[in-house]
């Protein structure tokens, strides 16, 4: 079996996994209220669906390390690599800068105000950073099409 069969039956069963647990995440008792105060929601998945992202989020950590390491032992450090890991890390020190200069806004959660910087930070970090990263990816999607039609 060749790497790309690999890769290709990895990357199904994961999505699989993953659907599957957002499917009884938001099927089964999404809308629960919590028998302690029923103002607040009660997910019944919510904890297998945060371990898995965790599982991916580990998984993906290890393999870009990995893949990191293994092309500059095969084809040593150069520029283009600069800009594909630095993408990312400026990305989330824009999000954390956003972060940091509204750390003292309120997030509104299960009905209770939620003011505590470092959470503040952290969430405007990740948002930031998928926001800006998609929009860079919808680009690049878009280049990539327009560069195609034109050959």
């Known amino acids: 079996m060749n ?5 290709k039956i990895t990357l199904w069963v994961l999505m699989g996994i993953s ?16 028998e302690e105060n029923p103002k607040m929601n009660d997910p019944q ?5 945060l371990v898995w992202a965790i599982v991916l989020c580990v998984a993906t950590l290890i393999l870009m390390l990995v893949s990191f390491f293994m092309y500059v032992k095969e084809y040593g450090f150069n520029k283009s690599y600069i ?4 993408l990312p890390i400026v990305t989330l020190a824009i999000g954390a800068a956003v972060g940091m200069a509204n ?7 299960n009905n209770e105000d939620w003011n505590v910087p470092s959470d503040i930070i952290i969430t405007d970090a990740c948002i930031v950073s ?19 039609a034109k050959q």
Do not use: C, Q, R
Request: a negative charge; zero cysteines; proline letters at 2%.
């Open 19 to 34: 659907a599957i647990i957002f499917i009884l995440y938001f099927v089964i008792g999404f809308d629960n209220p919590y």
């Open 130 to 148: 998928i926001a800006i990263l998609a929009v860079i990816t919808i680009g690049a999607i878009i280049y990539s099409v327009i560069l195609k």
């Open 3 to 7: 790497i790309e069969k690999i890769s």
């Open 103 to 109: 750390k003292d806004e309120h997030m509104l959660i």
């Open 45 to 49: 998945f919510l904890d297998v669906m």
């Open 83 to 86: 800009y594909t890991w630095g």
